[in-house]
């Protein structure tokens, strides 16, 4: 059986200056210096990205981007290549977050641009989908991943998702406080495994990190880390608090 390594992700959103970022940091590294068999990220604001790799260097967390563009450079008013990316310390980038796909009309094709372009650069793609509450509602749960993973994984072939993450995110369940119980979220991760095995390869879908995300907090952690297929948990508000965080990642203790 392969071991998957677990990852506790930080996804700050629209919160922290760089001041800010760094005071967390501070607070946070020597708590969780000792964990040796998780992997730890946060993904802060653009702006905070080049001080906080300044005080991660040397840490055992790893930094990441909110997003990116699929372009090299050119004409794009406020967007981010990848170049910028890894030139301010980042490893990994979260794509194809439900907050985008809602509020600045990110489609499918536009993520699957993306996911192709990060990894093509070596950067970790932590690729979201989930479905909403009123298509659970309506059965639909399924159908929805699997077109939003086709899509989004259009034309890569699996040398390119080596290294990706998959975030399983419930739309209705992200900072409403309402988590998807420990046996929904297996039962969405056991889906997305098996769709890797069927179009991928059995290796790539058994060694695939699977997140979940959508309020999880220091009191939920232990349950959903327990289930099989999660691999790891992509944190929002619980991720914005040095202590919090912290428990989260060490969650086995
Ligand atoms: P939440 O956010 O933990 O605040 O629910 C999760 C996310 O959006 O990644």
Same mark, same amino acid.
Not at 107 to 133: H, M, W, Y
């Given at each position: ?10 996804? =700050? ?18 708590? /969780? ?18 001080? @906080?790799?300044?005080?991660?260097? !040397?840490?055992?967390?790893?930094? !990441? ?7 090299? +450079? ?16 980042? +490893? ?16 499918? +094709?536009? %993520? ?11 950067? %970790? ?6 479905? *909403? ?10 159908? %929805?991943?699997?077109? +939003? ?22 739309? =209705?369940?992200?900072? *409403? ?14 889906? %997305? ?17 699977? @997140? ?24 929002? !508000? ?10 989260? /990642?060490?969650?086995?203790?």
């Amino acid at each position: 059986m392969t071991v998957r390594r677990p990852l506790i992700a930080g996804n =700050w959103k629209m919160h922290k200056t760089g001041e800010e970022a760094v005071d967390f940091v501070n607070a946070l590294k020597e708590t /969780v210096a000792d964990v040796t068999d998780v992997d730890i990220m946060i993904a802060p604001a653009f702006t905070a990205l080049t001080q @906080l790799s300044a005080v991660l260097n !040397g840490t055992n967390i790893g930094l !990441g981007a909110q997003n990116l563009h699929w372009e090299a +450079q050119g004409a794009y008013t406020g967007e981010i290549s990848t170049a910028m990316l890894q030139s301010a310390g980042c +490893q990994y980038v979260i794509i194809g977050h439900s907050e985008r796909r809602q509020y600045f009309g990110e489609t499918d +094709q536009d %993520i699957n641009r993306k996911i192709d372009t990060a990894s093509k650069a070596d950067l %970790i793609p932590v690729f979201c989908i989930g479905e *909403t509450e009123s298509q659970r509602d309506a059965g639909e749960t399924f159908n %929805i991943l699997d077109k +939003q993973i086709k899509n989004g994984l259009e034309g890569l072939l699996s040398e390119n998702l080596k290294s990706l993450v998959v975030a399983y995110e419930p739309v =209705w369940a992200i900072g *409403t406080g309402k988590t998807a119980t420990k046996e929904q979220a297996q039962e969405a991760h056991a889906f %997305i495994r098996e769709w890797f095995a069927k179009n991928y390869e059995a290796e790539l879908a058994q060694g695939l990190r699977i @997140l979940y995300g959508g309020s999880v907090k220091p009191s939920n952690v232990k349950d959903l880390m327990a289930m099989e297929d999660i691999d790891g948990a992509l944190v929002g !508000g619980a991720s914005l608090d040095p202590q919090s965080f912290s428990q989260l /990642v060490n969650f086995k203790q």
